[in-house]
C-alpha cells in the first residue's frame, strides 16, 4: 500500500535528558516523565489513524513503542537503523564537557557538520545513510496509509530531509514525545504538516535535544 503520512515520534524523557547529556546508543531508560509523556501520546495516537507502528529499538525508544502500541493493538516493528546517532566518546558528556575536553574536534563539527565524525561514533551522513535505507523498506511494504516511526532527533532530521529536498537539518527543534508529520501528495512529493508538535501534553514539559551541534 503507499504510504500518504508519516508521523515522526521522538522517545519520552530519560534522565539524561534531564542533565542535558548526549546519550546516542546508550541502554536509558524512561524516567517518570518520560512515562508519563508516553502515556499522554498514546491517549492521541489513535485519533490520527495510524495503522503501522515502526521503532528504533534502543530502549527509550521501545518503551515509547510499547506503551503506544499497547493503545493501537498494533505490534511494532523495531529497526536498528532507526537508531539515534552514536556519539562515541562523547556518551554521556555534555555539550560544555564536550568544549572543554575535545576543542579540535568540537571545532571541527562547527566547520563540517554533516560530515564530521564523533570520535567512535557517527558523523550526521552516517546517519542519513542507514535511515534512507530503514525507509526504503518501510514505506513500499507498509500495511496502510499511516504509519509512525519512533526515532530519535538526528535519525527524524536527516529522514525529514531526505523526503523534504531543501529542508535544512536544524529545521526545528525536537522534544520529548513531540509529533512531526509528513504527508504526501498526489505528485508524490513530501511536505511538512506539523514540526515538533507537543500539543497532546497537555502543559506537561517536554525537553527539546541538545545535539553537539546545536551551538
Known amino acids: 500500500m503507499n504510504v500518504k503520512r508519516i508521523i515522526f515520534i521522538r522517545p519520552g524523557e530519560t534522565d539524561w535528558n534531564r542533565q542535558s547529556r548526549q546519550q546516542g546508543w546508550v541502554a536509558a531508560p524512561l524516567d517518570a516523565r518520560g512515562v508519563q509523556q508516553a502515556e499522554k501520546l498514546a491517549k492521541v495516537v489513535p485519533s490520527i489513524g495510524v495503522g503501522a507502528l515502526y521503532s528504533s529499538d534502543l530502549v527509550r525508544a521501545k518503551q515509547t513503542a510499547e506503551i503506544v502500541a499497547n493503545r493501537l493493538g498494533l505490534t511494532p516493528t523495531f529497526d536498528e537503523r532507526l537508531r539515534e546517532r552514536a556519539v ?5 558528556l555534555t555539550l560544555d564537557e564536550i568544549r ?12 563540517d557538520p554533516d560530515h564530521f565524525c564523533i570520535p567512535g561514533g557517527e558523523s550526521r ?3 542519513q545513510k542507514r535511515v534512507k535505507a530503514a525507509l526504503a523498506d518501510i514505506l513500499p511494504n507498509a500495511p496502510c496509509e499511516t504509519i509512525a516511526i519512533i526515532s530519535h532527533t538526528t ?29 504526501r501528495d498526489q505528485g508524490d512529493a513530501w511536505r511538512v504538516v506539523a514540526a515538533d508538535d507537543t500539543l497532546h501534553l497537555e502543559g506537561l514539559e517536554s525537553t527539546a535535544v541538545t545535539e553537539p551541534e546545536d551551538d
Not at 562515541?88 to 554521556?92: I, N, S
Not at 572543554?100 to 566547520?111: C, G, I, K, N, S
Not at 531543501?166 to 514525545?177: H, L
Open 125 to 127: 551522513m552516517d546517519v
Open 88 to 92: 562515541g566518546e562523547w556518551q554521556g
Open 155 to 183: 535519525a527524524i532530521r536527516m529522514s525529514v530531509c531526505l523526503l523534504v529536498p531543501g529542508k535544512e537539518v536544524n529545521f526545528n527543534p525536537v522534544a520529548n514525545t513531540s509529533v512531526t508529520t509528513l504527508a
Open 100 to 111: 572543554d575536553w575535545y576543542p579540535r574536534e568540537h571545532m571541527a563539527l562547527q566547520y
